[in-house]
């Protein structure tokens, strides 16, 4: 039987074996350095290795702890809500304010602000009731073409 050449495997020496993971990571830690240096966002996020930034808008009443419970006749109650815009762009946004009393809605006002990319823009409303209210009633703040709402809830008057 003849027999077969056997050629030994030589492996790298130990200096280069341990230098390879070291290598690796300065050279990902280079290539993050120029992705965020540099404004290679755009093409990082393109390959998948840069997630979309969460677009969305906030809609809070600007002094929860303040809002009413109750409405006087007369007396204005202050509603002031804030817009935060985190869509990436200038954004107008149109808003509504019904009051819910029992079965009957009636709307109380409206009106659009304009807030810039990642900037809040505070919308002062205040509601001035005319008569006594007959039931628990709600008053919501609502942005158009969203799900955004805000609501205050009144109890009956004396």
Known sequence: MPEK???PRTLPP???RRL???ATVLV???ALVLIFQFGL???????GLVPE???FTELAFAAPAALPSSAVPGSPLALTFVITNEEGKSYTYHWDATLREGQITMALSAGEVTVAASKSAQVPFVFVPK???TSPAEI???LAHSSEQLTVHLSRGA
């Not at 966002?41 to 390959?47: D, E, K, N, T, V």
């Open 140 to 142: 919501s703040i609502a």
């Open 20 to 22: 390879r993971p070291i």
């Open 131 to 133: 008569r006594v209210l």
């Open 5 to 7: 050449d056997i050629v």
């Open 14 to 16: 130990l200096k280069a």
């Open 28 to 30: 990902v830690s280079a």
């Open 53 to 55: 930034p969460q677009q």
């Open 41 to 47: 966002l755009g093409p990082a996020r393109h390959l």
